[in-house]
């Protein structure tokens, strides 16, 4: 069975400190690993995916099969980063979604 | 607006009623999917499509729900005898390819409301 983690429910962080939300997944094959993130009023959208080994928007995400982590990151915290964010695992074909955390940049 | 697209995008029915609800993919995209989401929940996989085939149905789809995809284009999801406990959000999404490449386009959804 696969299982995404997200153990904060609510995080909130003042402008210009960093961000970190965190995320541990549970999966007996090799994890395929994204975050999607929902803004205010808009739909839910893919922010970046592991095997990319991207950046997006200042935002970083490493996998860590020890830890079986895949924490989202970014160094500097900005008012438009404020919504809702979303780790997901692909496995057997679909993605299973974490809870969520919801994000709050303070002003 | 050329992204995903579900109607309506807002249902308030009876406790007993049948409902419909309705999901136009991206064209060019063969992948279709269904997911529920309650209030504090991530988006929880209900069924997919690949062209017209249903090829998975979550445990949380009872029998009183049933999905579609005739020709492989939209996708059409019935709730019959609605239940209170099925009032959610219904998202649809699509993709064009599987595996590490999943990226999926969500629609706007639709609100259910059983009363």
């Known amino acids: 069975a696969q299982r995404v983690t997200q153990p904060e429910k609510l995080l909130s962080v003042f402008k210009g400190a960093p961000v970190e939300l965190k995320c541990n997944y549970s999966?007996?094959?090799?994890?395929?690993l994204f975050w999607y993130v929902q803004y205010s009023r808009q739909r839910l959208q893919l922010l970046l995916r592991h095997i990319s080994r991207e950046s997006i928007k200042g935002f970083t995400a490493d996998l860590n099969k020890g830890e079986t982590s895949f924490h989202l990151k970014k160094p500097f915290a900005q008012e438009e980063d404020s919504a809702m964010y979303y780790c997901?695992?692909?496995?057997?074909?679909?993605?299973?979604f974490g809870t969520g955390t919801r994000l709050t940049i303070i002003p | 607006d050329t992204g995903v697209s579900q109607n309506p995008r807002h249902k308030i029915t009876k406790r007993g009623q049948n409902v419909t609800f309705r999901c136009d993919p991206i064209s060019e995209h063969n992948r279709l999917y269904w997911y529920r989401q309650t209030l504090g929940q991530g988006p929880e996989f209900l069924t997919y499509?690949?062209?017209?085939?249903?090829?998975?149905k979550s445990r949380l789809l009872s029998d009183r729900f049933s999905a579609e995809r005739p020709k492989g284009s939209f996708s059409t999801l019935e709730i019959q005898r609605t239940e209170q406990g099925d009032s959610a959000m219904y998202l649809c999404?699509?993709?064009?390819?599987?595996?590490?490449?999943?990226?999926?386009?969500f629609g706007s959804g639709t609100q259910l409301s059983v009363l």
């Open positions: 499509f690949q062209n017209e085939a249903q090829l998975e």
């Open positions: 999966y007996s094959g090799s994890p395929e």
């Open positions: 997901a695992l692909v496995g057997n074909e679909k993605l299973t």
């Open positions: 999404a699509s993709s064009s390819r599987g595996g590490s490449n999943e990226k999926l386009f």
